[in-house]
């Protein structure tokens, strides 16, 4: 077994072209995938960049703001934000920090995949498409209404 280590100490400075207040430390990464996690400190800035493959943007711990070609827009922890190949995409923050952990796939992984859909998610992305609700992205709605939120988990309504 082995216990691969990122987070405060492993992180090293990101030198991107355009890039300021931003560290990076990849997790782990083959052929299939990479998986990195970016601190961004406040007003950090991953200047817009291209990638050829997918990337999933998962923001663990504060917020910012996340940039697909001309489309901007605030993201918070417990969001995520799909980045597609070959569009110009960026991430920042104002006043507070963030951290996020970056899964990048390389193009050829996922149409070459063969993915298989559970069926009550298959049932669930039916019934939205039938709707005219996108299958892919959006917040899922919130099971609890927020009279009945415990707060005492930690988590934030």
Not at 112 to 121: D, E
Request: glycine share 14%.
């Amino acid at each position: 077994m082995e216990i691969l280590r990122f987070g405060p100490g492993s992180r090293r400075p990101h030198a991107g072209a355009g890039s300021q207040g931003l560290a990076l430390q990849i997790i782990w990464g083959d052929p299939r995938a990479r998986v990195t996690e970016l601190a961004f400190s406040r007003h950090g800035l991953m200047a817009p960049q291209t990638s050829p493959g997918h990337g999933l943007l998962i923001v663990v711990s504060g917020g910012g703001w996340v940039q697909i070609g001309d489309e901007r827009a605030a993201i918070n922890h417990g969001e995520a934000v799909e980045w597609p190949p070959g569009v110009a995409h960026g991430a920042w923050t104002d006043g507070s920090p963030m951290r996020a952990i970056l899964v990048e796939v390389p193009v050829a992984i996922i149409e070459g995949s063969h993915r298989r859909i559970i069926p009550a998610v298959a049932s669930d992305v039916a019934r939205r498409m039938s709707e005219g609700v996108s299958a892919r992205g959006g917040l899922a709605p919130r099971d609890i209404p927020p009279l009945d939120h415990d707060g005492s988990e930690g988590e934030p309504w």
